[in-house]
């Protein structure tokens, strides 16, 4: 295994050389390549070991098949040694492909239930690499392999690649905890040696007003917010009004787990109920500043149809009954939301500048996904929407199908590529010029990740369509805090030593 078509940058030995001596987690701007990285200690791992393995991980097919690529591409490795692995390939082919190929690149869920199942023993697996490591979390399937891998192979080495770990000092210790990190290695677009290989990406916000009566309704929305905050302050459940979603979240968990061991407090169990309002009522808010008025009016009669006692009591309130009597005349009048018509006009400026330009449209919910696509299509712009795959309820893609989307984007087949959170990681379409949040994320991660998406291999532009006034800015502002906050924290750690082995950790 020898690599080719490649030479390596400075940073990239630097970090390649600290991955060879220990378990190591790689943060990493994206598009400066990580994936070279554990590729070139790949190569070196299999001249120490001959006879040795490599596992390859990846939380999607497409992001996986892309790996699969890299692999051809940047070392002499034929197709039948480099092997792409999920559950759809039959367990009896799984074993069979395990003991053949020299490199299975695969979905943690996949490893961890073949491991469940026998189907795989990682003893000759001399490395394994966690890519997306962010997700190295709680009881995600990269924890579980992990510990496999540690107690079984008789070379280990690990290394997680990502290009945000998280914004809380908490969640990264959580990451490297899982993963069994030895030491970190953390660039930025600002240090020296990366530098020269950062192409400029530019940050347009584009902001959108809400009319009068949809400003009308928000404040309605706002006040019945408000009532329940107060009764929660007044009996104790918060301290103050001014609480996150996060917050209210940990505290409805808190209450039910009460709840589910017996401590049936009356108190409690109104407590219940309204975080359960306010969370149905912020919800309701952010579908109203962020997305199609169409989404915001059904998710209001799914609550109005609701047998639930909190959705039962919440629209008895005057301010829901007000909204639900002007419910069809806003949806009529609203065929799309402001943001939308925003959304052509930006796409439609693209295009002028060059007909040939692409860019990504991001949007948190598929529904929306779906209909930024038909919107734009029916406005003359070629587009695709790239979905997860079909869940219980409502539509989906196949793995096949999101690998052939990505592929016909990347050929120039269609301008815009409008996203659910499954673009957000890693796909290398290198010539793209724009993104675009069409809707905020609160999350650090998240948001690196779609940035990423611009400037690989040329400058970029980043366009933030924005409610002004609304959650798309709150959320916007709290990312970036995280994101600065996150790469204090990393920079500011020396090289973590830790205990290397399962066994020692557990000592």
């Known amino acids: 295994m020898q690599l080719k078509n490649i030479e390596l940058r400075e940073y990239q030995k630097n970090i390649a050389n600290t991955c060879l001596k220990g378990n190591t987690l790689v943060v990493l701007p994206t598009g400066l390549g990580k994936t070279i990285i554990a590729i070139y200690v790949a190569v070196k791992r299999i001249e120490q070991f001959p006879d040795g393995k490599i596992l390859f991980m990846a939380p999607t097919r497409p992001l996986n098949a892309q790996h699969v690529r890299s692999f051809l591409q940047f070392t002499d490795l034929s197709n039948e040694e480099v092997v792409l692995l999920t559950g759809k390939t039959k367990p009896e082919k799984r074993i069979e492909l395990y003991k053949k190929a020299r490199v299975i690149v695969a979905t943690p869920q ?10 795989i023993h990682l003893e000759n697996f001399v490395l394994a690499v966690f890519d997306e490591a962010h997700r190295a979390v709680k009881d995600y399937s990269y924890t579980e392999v992990a510990k496999a891998y540690l107690i079984q192979s008789k070379n280990p080495l690990i290394i997680g690649l990502t290009a945000s770990p998280g914004g809380e000092e908490e969640r990264i210790n959580e990451v490297m905890k899982n993963l069994f990190i030895k030491f970190v290695e953390i660039r930025t677009e600002n240090d020296p040696d990366v530098r020269p290989y950062v192409k400029e990406i530019e940050r347009e916000y584009v902001y959108v007003e ?11 929305l706002l006040e019945v917010y408000d009532e329940i905050l107060e009764w929660l302050k007044e009996h104790m459940f918060i301290k103050s009004k001014d609480v996150k979603k996060k917050e209210l979240l940990n505290l409805q968990n808190s209450l039910i787990a009460s709840y589910e061991r017996g401590m049936e407090n009356p108190i409690n169990i109104w407590g219940m109920i309204k975080v359960s ?17 169409s989404v915001f009016a059904e998710y209001l009669r799914e609550l109005q149809a609701s047998k639930k006692r909190a959705e039962k009591l919440l629209i008895t309130h005057k301010n829901l009954r007000e909204i639900f009597s002007r419910l069809d005349e806003i949806e009529k009048k609203y065929k799309v939301h402001p943001k939308m018509e925003k959304l052509l006009s930006v796409i439609k400026a693209i295009l002028r500048e060059n007909e040939k330009n692409r860019a990504i449209v991001f949007a948190n919910y598929r529904d929306t996904v779906e209909k930024i696509k038909n919107f734009l299509l029916e406005n003359g712009i070629k587009s695709e929407m790239l979905i997860g795959q079909a869940r219980k309820r409502g539509k989906g893609l196949s793995q096949k199908e999101q690998i052939e989307i990505v592929r016909r984007f990347a050929n120039g087949e269609f301008n815009v590529l409008v996203c659910s959170s499954i673009g957000e990681e890693g796909l290398d379409i290198a010539s793209v010029n724009y993104a675009i949040f069409y809707d905020a994320v609160p999350s650090e991660i998240r948001a690196i990740q779609r940035r990423g998406r611009v400037g690989r291999q040329a400058e970029g532009k980043v366009i933030f369509i924005l409610t002004r006034g609304s959650r798309d800015q709150a959320y916007f502002f709290s990312s970036l805090m995280k994101e600065k906050k996150m790469k204090k924290m990393l920079k500011n750690m020396k090289v973590v030593r830790r205990k290397g082995s399962l066994i020692e950790w557990l000592k």
């Open 210 to 220: 809400l009319p009068p009566d949809l400003e009308e309704i928000r404040k309605k």
């Open 110 to 119: 996949t490893i961890a239930n073949d491991l469940k199942e026998n189907r």
């Open 277 to 293: 309002q306010a969370l149905k009522v912020l919800y309701a808010i952010e579908l109203l500043e962020t997305q199609e008025i």
